[in-house]
């Protein structure tokens, strides 16, 4: 095994966890959580969206959330945007990263964002012009990377072309998603040895979904090829309003717990997330998915 001395967890629930929650969380409550947030460890947090408010009520107020947020020195704030238009009004709001995506199956990204995959990465391409002129970096998000609730099996070759796409076009770093939670252990041990294998060196960040309780176990896997990047939602919310049966990230707490047990450095207070870990349940007003919230530290 090659496991890593040191891991990032970078922060994704105040964009993915709460995008899924109905009732509207109040913009100073979000803006408290994610200062919370900014004091735990984190160098990176995903703080909203500048998707349709139609499409994703939550995040309505993102121009808001970015300008009220205390803006610790090291944290990256970055926002996902689903195309030009949302890239402006990002930029423009002063987040430090944008987010782009596309899905790897044609059927998902045409029911998520009614665009063909070329159409997307015509769009992406414009949108990593745009950051540029800001001096900010695109990072690009693969979603269904193994696989789709509609099309089923993804074959690597075709995750593989769509990263060398994404790449080709001058994307800062890439984010393997598994989307609805279909991946396996040894699914994500091939598919991130042959990037890895590949595209030494390359910014990558593996995002997963434990909608069918895989998602720490496709961690290990993934430690196991060396990855040392994953994006993780506190109180393990989340999940795509686009796929059926969709549910959370894997648990910030729950993997920073991992790490601390496999003696991996990730630089994060777990006492304080599950601090935060609780508000949020408090705040979202249902039982999180979150283990270690339940459990405790001891």
Known sequence: MKLPEKVKIFEVGPRDGFQKVEK????????????????TGLTKIEATSFVHPRVI????????????IQ???????SALVPNVKGAE?????????????VSVSETY???NVNMSVAESLQNIAAVIALAREYGRKTVV???NSFGCPFEGEIPEERVLEVARQVLDLGAGGLVVADTTGLAGPLQVRRLVGRIEEIWPGLDLTLHFHDTRGLGLANVYAA?????DQFDCSIAGLGGSPAAPYASGNVCTEDVAFLLKRLEIESGLDLPVLLEISRKVEEVVGF????????????
């Open 57 to 68: 009520p939550q995040t309505r107020d993102a121009e808001e959330v970015l300008a009220g």
């Open 141 to 143: 998000s693969l979603a």
């Open 24 to 39: 509207f969380i109040p913009t100073a409550v979000k803006i408290e959580i994610i200062d919370q947030l900014s004091g």
């Open 89 to 101: 009004r990002a930029l423009s709001a002063g987040a430090d990263e944008i987010n782009a995506v």
């Open 287 to 298: 039982t999180v998915p979150g283990r270690l919230v339940k459990a405790g530290l001891r």
């Open 223 to 227: 430690l196991e090829e060396g990855a």
């Open 71 to 77: 803006r610790r020195p090291g944290v990256i704030y």
């Open 109 to 111: 990204n045409r029911k």
